[in-house]
């Protein structure tokens, strides 16, 4: 009993302690936004971007994952705030030797150690939720152990509250979007996040739906070393997909590895309505053979198959200059009272996404030179919003456009040449909603991935 009194105690001090240093800095900021807005005192928001950016930085948690969303969502923060918070890395200072000892032994027993044949000492690699140790097995396997930081639940409870308090100050200086679909979404999914079995589950069903995917290699988990707060999986090797690039690859090889990575998001989308919502550059690995690991099953949506419907119906509306079927498109994916003018605005932003879907030839994804081409699209959607009073995304459309430009900006970087209207029509060929949803169904109960709400 005295265990779990001081566990509370801890859970409790931690989330007060990230509070606490939290809360000066979103503070201070929206005294400065509320003074702007009251008393007509000019601020600099590049000034508030670079507070913020400091004081989550600093703290090197969950958050940061949300800012890193936050940032391909156009206008679900000033464009000051989406410079600033897009630079951040979610690496955490790893926790030292005698820590992680103490951490497995809560994980897997006093004994723990010699349920391996060897276990590194040092972090393999960190994320913003947990760092990753290399082991081997007693029958020679490698593996994997992410190990989930201390007190992560209060952090990221202390992490919500601060981040709703952020977006309710943005909503006040601008309307245009209406963000509170937005953190119901990006609560749940973060919450989801800290259930390593659940994170497991998710890795057998993306194993089953991308099993005869070529290029794409997906690790196992390892069910008996698999604790909530422990995730045990297969070793894949392989290098970042960043330092690949860095590498200067010839063209041949960085088209093979985008369009694994097409692949790797749209087949599960477009065939079991399931996608990958955090296209992180350092959640891909290049293997030695030049295929692709995909790694972090953490952040995983599930859609009803009409969203999945209604995503191939607005490209169909696009290409073809048909209003209507984009209204009934932005209705499917739960976008409310559409009207003539709202889809008007709305299509300003799909045919950015879809314009290279639409392009049957070989090219780039972006052939516009201006590295601020997405933020000038972006701005013009931004100002039609607030023209008609602005519009609220339904919680199924954050994941979906994070995928959709983060995916995009990979593309970008590996400067890759496809042709992604054939790799489009490809992945979308025969679908069909009650197929779909079948498949859906079945594959989640075979995974162990618990069906959406």
Partial sequence: MADKVEGRQATLFGSVRRFARTSGAVGGIAARVAGERVFGIKTD???????????????????????????????ALPPEYA???????????????PFVRRRMAGELGPDWQSRFQSFGQDAAAAASLGQVHKAVMHNGQVVACKLQYPDMPSTVEADLRQLKIAMAIYHRMDNAIQNDEIYKELSERLREE????????????????????????????????????????????????QRWIDSDPPLEARNRVAEALFRAWYVPFYRYGVIHGD??????????????????????????????????DLFEAIRDHDDEKAAQAYSN??????TPTKVTVLNGWARFLYEPLLDDRVRRIQENEDGQYGRTVAEGVHSGLQSIGGVRPPREFVLMDRSAVGLGSVFLRLKAELNWSRLYHEV??????????????DALAAAGVPPPK
């Fill in 45 to 75: 928001r590049a000034s508030h971007a670079e507070d913020l950016k400091q004081v989550l930085g600093g703290l090197k948690g969950p958050l940061m994952k949300v800012a890193q969303i936050l940032t391909t969502i156009p206008d």
């Fill in 83 to 97: 410079a600033e918070l897009s630079e951040l890395q979610a690496n955490a200072p790893p926790m030292g030797w």
């Fill in 194 to 241: 800290l259930d390593y079995l659940r994170e497991a589950a998710q890795m057998r069903l993306y194993g089953a739906m991308l099993e005869d995917v070529a290029d794409v290699h997906v690790p196992l988990p390892i069910d008996e070393l698999t604790t909530p707060r422990l995730l045990t999986m297969t070793w894949l090797e392989g290098g970042p997909l």
């Fill in 279 to 312: 296209p992180h550059l350092g959640n891909y690995q290049v293997r030695p053979d030049g295929a692709v690991n995909l790694l972090d099953f953490g952040a995983i949506r599930v859609f009803p198959a009409k969203f999945a419907r209604g995503v191939i």
């Fill in 333 to 338: 994916w739960g976008f409310g009272d559409i």
């Fill in 428 to 441: 979308t060929a025969d679908f069909d909603e009650a197929t779909v949803a079948r498949r859906q169904s």
